[in-house]
Structures are given as C-alpha cells and as structure tokens.
C-alpha cells in the first residue's frame, strides 16, 4: 500500500485494507462473533453458546427449545444486520440447535 500525504478517511482505508488481506473471509467470521452480543442483545446473548462457522453457515447452540424457536424465529434478521455491520455476507444461513 502506497503512502499518500492526502488525508483519507478511516472508513475508505480499512476497506482498501480488506481487499487486500488475505485472511479476510477468517477476519469477518472473526468480527461476526465479536458483534454477536451487540446484534442480539444481553437476553439472547445470555442464552446462546458455542458459536462457531460451519463453512459459510453460523452455528449457534441455546439453552432450551423455546430459545431455539425464538433464535430461530429471528435467525434472518440476525443476519441481515451482522452481515450489515461485518459489510458483507459472511453468514449464508443461521443453524440453531439445542
């Protein structure tokens, strides 16, 4: 990456800096779990566990079938914003199990 003494925005530079990485599929599954809490709020956060990719799908385990219906419930709007705030479609399908 070339120096520029042009000030750019942070925003600008960090996508550039993403193309670039070749770990960047890692990076926003990474990033995915790290927003999880803030997606999803304390309750749901407080009953999940155990979040790992299968591939391109997130799975996530909770704590009683009833949890599991509402996670499921909600799995496509979850995605929808964690692959908002990752900028991309890190998440193909949201598997929640018991």
């Known amino acids: 990456m070339a120096y520029s003494s042009n000030p750019q925005p942070l925003e600008q530079l960090l996508k550039k800096f993403m193309k670039n990485v070749p770990q960047r599929d890692e990076l926003k599954r990474g990033m ?16 999940t566990r155990d979040l790992s990719f299968e591939k391109n799908n997130l799975a996530v385990k909770v704590e009683s079938e009833a949890w599991r219906h509402e996670v499921h ?26």
């Open 32 to 47: 995915v779990l790290h927003f999880w809490r803030e997606v999803v709020g304390e309750q749901v956060a407080n009953a």
């Open 73 to 98: 419930m909600s799995r496509y709007s979850i995605k929808k914003k964690l692959n908002d705030k990752v900028g991309s479609a890190a998440i193909k399908e949201i598997i929640v199990r018991c």
